[in-house]
């Protein structure tokens, strides 16, 4: 049901008012002079065409609370035009002609789409250093540019370096004090605000959790305690990067005891709670032949998970001519994957970044990389992506054999 204030001269103000609540429509008030202020839940007041009436205090009072004004009588159609309202019915309208009105004009519900959801990326890399860390820095400041809240998460247990490539100090509580709490059923969003740094970038701010400031600490990332920890983040914030060591062992279960930790339980647990995972392989056939041992591995220990692949450091000294055409080739026949993200080489971003201790997208903004990463963020990984990396390596078909990139 409408409700609406009915500001016109009396007596017709009376009269229009019983009209309309014959029509089904609701008048909450009755003021010949003037509708201000406006009651909560009104959605229109039906005013005479004056400029009295009609006054810049009215209409912007009406523009905040967003409530329709129906004007009624010939007056001037300059004043109308002036605020931007539509024809006014005559002042003799009935209460009819203004339901009708009211019923035409009123807006029609709009479907908002639903905010995405929270999510945890996971950010893995094989071993050989292939820029995992500083792929996940950029990345989570190009999510946050998007305006989504993001925190960046260092659960490496081997060589743990976000706090370093942030210029934060690695003696920060961190993920490992997340982890502790988590344990003891004390960890919430509260504390989580409270143990994480927060970094100011050009993109926005983002909460760090800093890593293990030595790899021995690694029995404190458990799997029971860094599950609780993501499951908390997924409530805190809408986008978690998390940055993963390259060892993972899967099968480590069968060379130790059933009930002692396990050395990459953290990498395992993060690959596992991950709504996706980034798989960031160097451009170089060494680089190329590691991430094609563990992708398979990889695939087996988080299916259905999607899988993006990114090949950094893209440039044509280790491979030749047409280095994006061999890494293309070479991932579709030897592991079926058919889409790739290439990020170029750029090693002066890259430096600056080092040097300073910020983000690249801070120190080098019209950097190549940084773009490709912006790309990226951009882009939802979701279906799409997971039948870009996983799907396709099942029903693919097998391409001709072509020769593979030199060591691949």
């Given at each position: 049901?409408?409700?609406?204030?009915?500001?016109?001269p009396?007596?017709?103000?009376?009269?229009?008012a019983?009209?309309?609540?014959l029509?089904g429509?609701?008048?909450v008030a009755?003021?010949?002079r003037?509708?201000?202020?406006?009651?909560?839940?009104?959605e229109?007041?039906?005013?005479?065409?004056?400029?009295?009436?009609?006054s810049?205090?009215?209409i912007?009072a009406?523009?905040?609370?967003?409530v329709?004004v129906?004007?009624?009588?010939?007056?001037?159609?300059r004043?109308?035009a002036?605020?931007?309202?539509s024809?006014?019915?005559?002042?003799?309208?009935?209460?009819?002609?203004?339901?009708?009105?009211?019923?035409a004009?009123?807006?029609?519900?709009?479907e908002?789409?639903?905010a995405p959801?929270?999510?945890?990326?996971?950010?893995?890399g094989?071993?050989?250093?292939p820029?995992?860390?500083?792929?996940a820095?950029?990345?989570?400041?190009?999510l946050a540019r998007a305006?989504r809240?993001?925190?960046?998460?260092?659960a490496?247990?081997?060589?743990p370096?976000?706090a370093?490539?942030?210029?934060?100090?690695?003696?920060?509580?961190?993920?490992a004090?997340?982890?502790r709490?988590?344990e003891?059923?004390?960890?919430d969003?509260?504390?989580?605000?409270?143990?994480?740094?927060?970094?100011?970038?050009?993109?926005?701010?983002?909460?760090?959790?800093?890593g293990?400031?030595r790899?021995?600490?690694?029995p404190?990332?458990s799997?029971?305690?860094?599950?609780?920890?993501?499951?908390?983040c997924?409530r805190?914030?809408?986008?978690t990067?998390?940055?993963?060591a390259?060892?993972?062992?899967?099968?480590?279960?069968?060379?130790?005891?059933?009930?002692g930790?396990r050395?990459h339980a953290?990498t395992?647990?993060?690959?596992?709670?991950?709504?996706?995972?980034?798989?960031?392989?160097?451009a170089?056939?060494?680089?190329?032949?590691?991430?094609?041992?563990?992708h398979?591995e990889?695939?087996?220990?988080t299916?259905?998970?999607?899988?993006?692949?990114?090949?950094?450091?893209?440039?044509?000294?280790p491979?030749?001519?047409?280095?994006?055409?061999?890494?293309r080739?070479?991932?579709?026949?030897?592991?079926?994957i058919?889409?790739?993200?290439?990020?170029p080489?750029?090693?002066?971003?890259a430096?600056?970044a080092?040097?300073?201790?910020?983000?690249?997208a801070?120190v080098?903004?019209?950097?190549?990389?940084?773009?490709?990463?912006?790309?990226?963020?951009?882009?939802?990984?979701?279906?799409?992506?997971?039948?870009s990396s996983?799907?396709?390596?099942r029903g693919?078909?097998?391409?001709?054999?072509?020769?593979?990139?030199?060591?691949?």
């Amino acid at each position: 049901m409408t409700t609406v204030i009915v500001a016109i001269p009396e007596p017709r103000a009376t009269a229009l008012a019983a009209e309309l609540e014959l029509e089904g429509v609701s008048v909450v008030a009755v003021r010949p002079r003037s509708p201000l202020p406006l009651p909560a839940g009104v959605e229109a007041v039906i005013v005479p065409v004056t400029r009295s009436a009609l006054s810049p205090d009215l209409i912007a009072a009406c523009d905040r609370a967003g409530v329709r004004v129906v004007p009624l009588g010939d007056g001037d159609t300059r004043l109308l035009a002036r605020f931007g309202l539509s024809a006014a019915l005559p002042a003799g309208a009935a209460g009819w002609e203004v339901a009708e009105t009211l019923a035409a004009d009123a807006p029609a519900p709009v479907e908002r789409p639903s905010a995405p959801p929270h999510r945890i990326t996971a950010v893995w890399g094989p071993h050989g250093a292939p820029g995992r860390s500083t792929f996940a820095v950029q990345y989570a400041v190009e999510l946050a540019r998007a305006g989504r809240r993001t925190a960046l998460l260092d659960a490496d247990t081997v060589a743990p370096s976000l706090a370093l490539l942030l210029g934060l100090t690695d003696d920060a509580p961190g993920i490992a004090a997340a982890c502790r709490r988590a344990e003891l059923g004390a960890l919430d969003e509260t504390e989580l605000t409270r143990l994480a740094s927060t970094v100011e970038t050009s993109g926005g701010d983002i909460d760090v959790l800093g890593g293990i400031n030595r790899p021995s600490r690694w029995p404190e990332l458990s799997a029971s305690r860094l599950q609780e920890t993501l499951r908390m983040c997924r409530r805190w914030t809408e986008e978690t990067v998390v940055d993963v060591a390259a060892a993972f062992d899967a099968d480590d279960e069968a060379t130790y005891d059933l009930a002692g930790p396990r050395r990459h339980a953290a990498t395992v647990t993060a690959l596992r709670e991950a709504d996706s995972i980034i798989a960031v392989g160097s451009a170089d056939p060494l680089g190329i032949s590691r991430l094609l041992r563990d992708h398979a591995e990889l695939r087996r220990l988080t299916s259905p998970t999607p899988i993006t692949v990114v090949v950094n450091r893209v440039r044509p000294g280790p491979l030749g001519i047409d280095a994006r055409g061999q890494v293309r080739r070479t991932l579709e026949r030897f592991a079926g994957i058919t889409d790739v993200v290439f990020l170029p080489h750029d090693q002066r971003a890259a430096d600056a970044a080092l040097l300073h201790g910020r983000p690249m997208a801070d120190v080098s903004p019209r950097s190549a990389l940084v773009a490709a990463v912006r790309r990226m963020a951009a882009g939802p990984l979701t279906a799409a992506t997971a039948g870009s990396s996983r799907g396709s390596s099942r029903g693919a078909r097998r391409p001709r054999p072509e020769p593979a990139p030199r060591g691949a």
